[in-house]
């Protein structure tokens, strides 16, 4: 059916493209939002993403590989995002600590706000290779394939994101380790 | 968190966490904005089928490669040489072939030296200088619309209808770039970091393009959805990845005088001592790399 439809939104029907946004907006708007955390910029790069889609569709000369045409143009979209000269946002999320299931872990919350903060500290690139690899569970050679670069650039580039994540991590947990000693 | 395999259960734990829906105005926004967008056309250029074609025989690829290096090699007038009244390969818009010929002559062309990235190339004799001010780079330049970017060198026809715009960007510590497969990766790259429309099967793409003829350093010409850009890095050219790029698509009419944009861009990197693969090792190598990618 989704051929169909790309077909016949390759040849200008707007009706079609409409039925492939729709359902494809969910799955863009969790990339993208993975990959900018922030929910505005998100938002900014699937619209730009589905008018980009809509324009260069004729170019696209596989219809089979629809889905992976639209997150490369959301990657990219996403990197424009980033580089706009908006600041990235400050607002770390307040994990719910009294959450079902995480209340018990105060280990977990405190690595996932260091996640959260390294994250924020990696260039789009990185970021975009650390998403498609541990969200959208793909190997990295799926991931290179996904995003058009050499297997190795994948690599480095996850390597460098996980280091980064976990020196984040490992150095912050040195820190409440004393406070958790005191009030023990 | 002191496994890998902690930290990939906490991180994909991290990651499952947000939002997953699209919010409604969002998509309406953008469906309106479909509305009152058009289709940008079907890409088509006529050398396209050769290379193609390349792809399913081994001896139509060294075939077809002379054949294609002699012709543009020809085309180019051989600086130095008398020029050559060469047919243009997309030939549609028809200028004449005397036309063509003269303006594609870079014989005669006056030259330009950029301090800045240490390149000397000519220019048609009635384009405009617009000197760099600055060094390009990823972080001041990858939003910026290129042809107006402040870190290149510009030039553009008496008509004001083409730009031609030449940079280096700076490779990384330790990068290496010495085959035509190195330089292609470093554009995919490239491509991405810039934001450029249409990154996707630059492979399919690609022409081999030599700097100096007989040493053969690797530069690859890429089409892109509305313009053409080269990359080379090695030889004679300075440090770093020149780009060089006519800011139009093979097809605009704008280019058609000078026989489609790839034509003309030929014509500025013969002035840089870039070529068709001119020896017969140089062009067997560039037929196994369209073949195969390596």
């Known amino acids: 059916v989704q051929v169909a439809l790309v077909e016949r939104a390759r040849a200008g029907d707007e009706e079609a493209f409409a039925s492939l946004a729709r359902a494809a907006g969910d799955r863009l708007l969790a990339i993208a939002y993975r990959i900018l955390r922030d929910l505005g910029l998100a938002e900014d790069a699937v619209q730009q993403t589905l008018v980009l889609a809509w324009r260069e569709l004729p170019s696209l000369r596989d219809v089979d590989r629809f889905d992976a045409w639209l997150r490369r143009l959301l990657v990219n979209a996403c990197y424009r995002e980033a580089r706009r000269g908006r600041q990235w946002a400050a607002n770390v999320r307040a994990l719910p600590i009294d959450e079902p299931g995480r209340s018990d872990d105060f280990k977990g919350i405190v690595e996932r706000d260091q996640l959260e903060r390294g994250f924020r500290r990696l260039p789009p690139e990185q970021r975009a290779v650390f998403v498609f690899h541990h969200y959208l569970g793909l190997t990295l050679i799926e991931v290179a394939a996904e995003l058009g670069v050499p297997l190795g650039t994948v690599k480095s580039r996850l390597h460098y994101a996980t280091n980064t994540l976990r020196a984040a991590i490992e150095a912050d947990l040195r820190i409440p380790s004393t406070s958790r000693e005191h009030s023990a | ?294």
């Open chain 2, 1 to 294: 968190m002191n496994t890998n395999a902690d930290f990939d259960r906490n991180a994909a734990a991290w990651l499952a966490d947000g939002p997953t829906e699209l919010a409604d105005r969002v998509l309406d926004a953008a469906l309106h904005e479909v509305h009152s967008t058009p289709q940008r056309r079907r890409w088509s250029a006529p050398w396209r089928a050769s290379l193609m074609s390349l792809r399913f025989s081994a001896a139509a690829v060294i075939a077809l490669i002379a054949v294609a290096g002699i012709v543009a090699f020809n085309s180019l007038g051989g600086v130095g040489t008398s020029p050559t009244a060469a047919p243009s390969p997309t030939a549609s818009p028809a200028p004449t072939a005397a036309v063509v010929a003269a303006s594609l002559d870079p014989t005669g062309w006056p030259t330009y030296t950029s301090a800045r990235y240490a390149f000397t190339i000519g220019h048609p004799a009635d384009w405009t200088e617009l000197p760099s001010t600055r060094a390009w780079s990823f972080e001041l330049d990858s939003d910026q619309f290129a042809p107006r970017s402040a870190g290149a060198e510009h030039f553009t026809s008496a008509d004001g209808q083409v730009r031609v715009s030449v940079w280096t960007v700076p490779l990384e510590a330790g990068q290496v770039i010495e085959s035509w497969g190195d330089v292609e990766a470093w554009v995919g790259d490239y491509c991405e970091r810039t934001g450029i429309a249409g990154c996707t099967a630059i492979h399919d793409r690609v022409v081999p393009l030599c700097i100096e003829k007989r040493d053969c350093h690797p530069a690859l010409l890429v089409p892109f959805i509305d313009h053409v850009q080269a990359f080379g890095t090695g030889g004679v050219l300075p440090e770093g990845m020149l780009v060089i790029a006519v800011w139009r698509g093979e097809s605009d009419p704008a280019v058609a005088p000078y026989g489609g944009s790839q034509h003309l861009l030929q014509a500025f990197l013969s002035t840089l001592n870039v070529w068709p693969p001119f020896y017969p090792e140089s062009q067997q190598a560039a037929a196994t790399f369209v073949a195969t990618g390596k």
